[in-house]
């Protein structure tokens, strides 16, 4: 699978979990497959093509983490799991989102 490919399907799969896990209702037995190929997935990309995207990937995975942690408590392996995917700071909440930081500070 070429590089672009990988990165797609990177993001799709985050992007998707990003979506499951807001607030609401969830099945977390469907969590650590989901989050073990997209751990797969961030691993399998050179580290120069993930620190093209890594702020993104802060955003769109830390909001996720901030969506589980209350289900599924912080020291889990799925929330450390996906940290491993994370290198700045998470968003504060599920809900923090760059354009609502800028609206808010301006």
């Given amino acids: 699978m070429s590089v672009n490919r990988k990165v ?8 998707a979990l990003e979506g499951y896990v807001y607030p609401q209702a969830m099945e977390p037995a469907y969590l650590p497959i989901w989050v073990d190929h997209i751990v797969s ?6 580290e120069d ?3 093209e995207f890594q702020d993104l990937c802060d955003g769109t995975i830390g909001r996720a983490i901030q969506a589980l942690i209350p289900v599924i408590g ?4 799925i929330i450390k799991k996906l940290k491993g995917c994370t ?13 609502r930081r800028k609206k808010s500070s301006g």
């Fill in 49 to 51: 093509v993930r620190r």
């Fill in 87 to 99: 290198r700045g700071a998470l968003p504060s909440s599920p809900d923090d989102f760059p354009a």
């Fill in 8 to 15: 797609y399907d990177f993001a799709a799969k985050a992007g």
């Fill in 41 to 46: 997935g961030y691993n399998e990309l050179p």
């Fill in 74 to 77: 912080e020291d889990h392996e």
